[in-house]
């Protein structure tokens, strides 16, 4: 079975400064690795996925996240935080390959930027 | 692309009364996810779906909540009666292979 674990369930940090979101997985077979983020009032939108090959993927809003097989970790990174960053963030893992798969949340994180 | 379309955006009922919400997935996309989510459980996957067959429903709470899906573009969740501690955002998610979910705008549910 998948699932994943989000340590720290409020992130604060100040406009400009280094996001840093913790995720780690835990998955029995090669997993697919997710971030989603909730803006309030909304759904959830995909930031960014790590299916196979390179181990640092890009996504949306200039958000990255590096797969550690070593380590089991998929943590999600920004450089520089913005106002507009602020937001709930949900790392997800499935099994890999191809076909019908379920998707396993963390419990999520909530981002806060301070001026 | 119209994305997920859900409706109602909000639905506020009384306790006891049926409840029933709307989604439509992605053209194309061939599985279909219904989760809750609310401030002390967080996401909970209810139900899914592929290619109109119901998969896995163990995360439905209870005998009140019933899903179905007559149609690859069309779901409903069905709550019969209703209780308070059913108030949550619903949201509905489509998946067409594995470019990862895409979710609706979802449906608050309050019942009083």
């Known amino acids: 079975a998948q699932s994943v674990t989000q340590l720290g369930s409020h992130v604060s940090v100040s406009e400009g400064a280094l996001v840093l979101l913790r995720c780690n997985y835990s998955?029995?077979?090669?997993?697919?690795l997710f971030w989603y983020v909730q803006y309030p009032n909304q759904g959830l939108q995909l930031l960014l996925k790590y299916t196979t090959g390179a181990t640092l993927v890009k996504g949306i809003n200039g958000f990255e996240a590096e797969f550690k097989k070593s380590e089991t970790s998929f943590h999600l990174t920004k450089p520089s935080a913005h106002m507009s960053d602020a937001a709930e963030y949900f790392c997800?893992?499935?099994?890999?390959?191809?076909?019908?798969?379920?998707?396993?949340f963390g419990t999520g994180t909530r981002l806060l930027v301070s001026p | 692309d119209a994305g997920v379309i859900q409706s109602p955006r909000h639905e506020v009922t009384e306790m006891g009364q049926e409840v029933t919400l709307r989604c439509k997935p992605i053209?194309?996309?061939?599985?279909l996810f219904w989760y809750r989510q609310t401030m002390m459980r967080g996401l909970e996957l209810l139900i899914y779906f592929n290619n109109n067959v119901p998969i896995d429903d163990s995360g439905m709470p209870e005998d009140r909540f019933s899903a179905k899906m007559p149609n690859a573009s069309f779901s409903t969740l069905k709550i019969q009666p209703s209780e308070p501690r059913d108030s949550a955002v619903y949201f509905c998610a489509s998946n067409g292979g594995f470019r990862g979910y895409t979710f609706g705008s979802g449906t608050r549910l309050t019942v009083v």
């Open positions: 053209s194309g996309h061939n599985s």
């Open positions: 997800a893992v499935s099994k890999g390959g191809t076909g019908f798969q379920k998707l396993v």
């Open positions: 998955s029995s077979v090669p997993p697919y």
